[in-house]
């Protein structure tokens, strides 16, 4: 077989066609990966547009940041030149200077903001479901082809974009690997394969995390698509964050907002709509380039405060402050607003506050302009430490002040809350926490419920769990009503046996210790 990075030489066959028809399908409980092994390191991890960006430096930085910040903080200040001239490994990646009286590493400007080399990288694609699993490499000249190849698989009637000859044979021959691994089925030999065709009402539907499907009378758009069919997440979930759009909304360049796996699965013919990125860097990502090479064609980059109409729909794209990689540093995401027929809902994402601005002046500037109905917020209070390089592995600056600290990225139950007093929304629903099962809740949530009673907002509380729906047109009755507070309940419930179920696990390490201990000693 010829190595998948090297293109052959055209022959004299069209070269411009669709995939045609296929006889088989995927099951649709598959669940995708586009992974990434660092050589020399235990370092495994999905592929994302940062290491895109980074290319083969990104082992290069795993391995040095440790190094290099163990090295600024135990080593006396006397010997900390010398003992960095002796590992000229740490150079490659990282400056040693001093900011007055105090050292501090600072990650290279060359390696900080210019794209890396991307041959070499360790990518392939993993595909787990009940009938068997599938691991092999996948090098990006391939995203293309499979780009094209699996929404078919997974009952796409969409043709994908046209493939080159020589894409043709690699999709025969992913084809063959997914036959000999027994991952093949014949087409409707399952109850779910006619999910989404059905008409739906206008509304908003959580899929899981962060990933939410906004309906019109006449349009769907995605946003922040990402599912995970098979980590208790309803395979219903997965279609409906993927079959049957009209756009795609990509809020950042984060693995679990721009998830390219699930992106894998989306029609290629609709468009994707992203942040503008203003200076490109390793904290903020191209997002287009990556894109194209899953083979969407129609990227379109969004400012903020910029709207565009996508059928009945309306998305506006809303500044965006937090989850600031380390203090100081831009990153262009974007919050949203998407008004349909009778609704109107916000999304946080997983905003905070950063160096340049605060959120709560945006919201209530989105209060005065949009007035939304729903808003989804995020409630996690993600914290990372500096020393150990923060959310990605390695900081850009370091000293031995910031060693010390904790970083937060997104807003808490305390943010949230006074976001809801800004926004007054009708209902507001917890999101953006790596929850995808049907009966999971945001972590949180309790704090969260806390913090609104004490400001009398509890009313607005709606903890959806993923596949439940929000309509416009949803009576406020005593059903409703019960319905929610039974919701309350139960995530109550829910993170209270989750408490306690940690809590056992932990004193029966420690039990099976002391036994250990004991047995080594007699």
């Not at 070269?15 to 995708?32: G, N, Y």
């Not at 942040?275 to 490109?280: A, D, F, K, L």
């Amino acid at each position: 077989m010829m190595p998948p990075h090297e293109r052959p030489a055209p022959d004299n066959r069209e070269h411009d066609a669709p995939l045609s028809a296929l006889d088989c399908k995927l099951p649709l409980d598959v669940e995708l990966a586009l992974t990434y092994v660092a050589p020399g390191l235990d370092y495994a991890g999905e592929v994302d547009c940062r290491l895109m960006f980074l290319g083969t430096r990104h082992a290069m930085l795993l391995n040095d940041f440790p190094r290099a910040a163990t090295l600024l903080c135990d080593t006396p200040e006397a010997s900390l030149g010398d003992a960095w001239c002796a590992d000229p490994e740490l150079a490659r990646c990282h400056e040693l200077r001093w900011e007055g009286d105090k050292p501090q590493i600072r990650l290279r400007d060359e390696i900080f903001s210019q794209p890396g080399e991307r041959v070499g990288l360790a990518l392939g694609l993993e595909l787990v479901c009940s009938s068997g699993r599938l691991r092999h490499p996948c090098p990006p000249e391939q995203w293309r082809t499979l780009g094209a190849l699996l929404p078919r698989l997974l009952g796409s009637d969409d043709p994908g974009p046209r493939l080159q000859p020589h894409e043709h044979r690699w999709a025969e021959e992913w084809l063959q690997r997914f036959e000999r691994q027994g991952l093949l089925r014949l087409p409707g030999s399952t109850a779910t394969d006619d999910v989404g065709q059905e008409r739906e009402r206008p509304g908003v539907t959580l899929i899981g995390h962060s990933s939410l499907r906004v309906t019109g009378r006449e349009s769907a758009i995605s946003i922040d698509p990402f599912v995970l069919p098979g980590r208790n997440q309803p395979v219903r979930n997965a279609i409906l964050a993927t079959r049957n759009l009209t756009a795609i909304a990509l809020s950042h360049a984060h693995w679990d907002h721009c998830h390219l796996a699930t992106l894998l699965r989306c029609d290629k013919s609709i468009p994707v709509f992203v942040p503008r990125i203003h200076v490109p860097t390793v904290f903020n990502p191209p997002m287009v380039d990556v894109l194209q090479s899953l083979g969407f064609d129609d990227v379109r980059e969004l400012d903020w405060w910029e709207t565009v109409r996508i059928g009945d729909l309306e998305l506006v794209a809303i500044p965006f402050h937090g989850e600031e990689d380390e203090p100081g540093e831009r990153i262009d995401h974007f919050t949203y607003v998407v008004r349909g027929p009778r609704f109107c809902l916000y999304g946080g994402v997983d905003a905070f506050r950063d160096r340049q601005g605060d959120m709560n002046v945006v919201l209530a500037e989105v209060r005065e302009r949009h007035r939304p109905d729903w808003a989804f917020l995020p409630i996690s209070c993600m914290t990372y430490p500096m020393r150990g390089g923060g959310v990605n592995g390695f900081c850009r600056v370091l000293d031995r002040d910031r060693a010390g600290m904790e970083f937060q990225y997104t807003a808490g139950p305390v943010e949230a809350a006074e976001w809801c007093r800004i926004l007054a929304p009708r209902i507001c629903v917890p999101y953006a926490s790596f929850t995808f099962g049907s009966l999971d809740h945001a972590p949180g949530l309790r704090a969260f419920h806390g913090r609104l009673v004490g400001m009398g907002l509890s009313r607005i509380l709606w903890p959806l769990r993923p596949g439940q729906r929000l309509l416009p047109d949803d009576p406020v009755s005593l059903r409703r009503e019960f319905m929610r507070r039974a919701d309350v309940a139960l995530a109550w419930v829910d993170t209270w046996a989750r408490a306690i179920l940690t809590g056992a696990r932990s004193r029966l390490r420690v039990l099976r210790a002391r036994i250990a201990g004991i047995t080594r000693v007699s």
